[in-house]
C-alpha cells in the first residue's frame, strides 16, 4: 500500500512496486524514527511551488522540514519519491 502513496506521473518515478518490495524493512527506518521525522507535519503548510508541484513545510524538533508533493496528472497530489527535503 505504500508504493501506491506516491505519484504515478512518468517523470517523477523512480523505481518500480517490484523494486520497492524489495526494499528490506530494516532499510525503510524505524518506528521511532518516522514518528520523529514526521511529527508536526500534520501542522504544515502547503506551498504549490508550480502546476504539479509543492511541498508542505513544517517544524519539529530538527528545525524546518519539507515533504514533497506531485499533481499526478489525473489532479490527485501524491507523495514525491523523494519526499523528505
Excluded: C
Excluded at 39 to 56: C, P, Y
Amino acid at each position: 500500500m505504500q508504493y501506491a502513496l506516491y505519484t504515478d506521473r512518468p517523470d517523477y518515478v523512480r523505481w518500480s512496486k517490484e523494486e520497492d518490495e524489495q526494499i528490506p524493512e530494516s532499510d525503510r527506518g524505524t518506528k521511532e524514527h518516522l514518528l520523529q521525522t514526521f511529527n508536526g507535519i500534520e501542522k504544515g503548510e502547503f506551498r504549490q511551488t508550480s502546476d504539479h508541484e509543492g511541498d508542505i513545510q513544517y517544524m519539529n524538533e530538527s528545525g524546518e522540514m519539507g515533504f514533497q508533493m506531485v499533481k499526478d496528472e489525473d489532479g490527485i497530489w501524491n507523495v514525491s519519491f523523494t519526499p523528505i527535503q
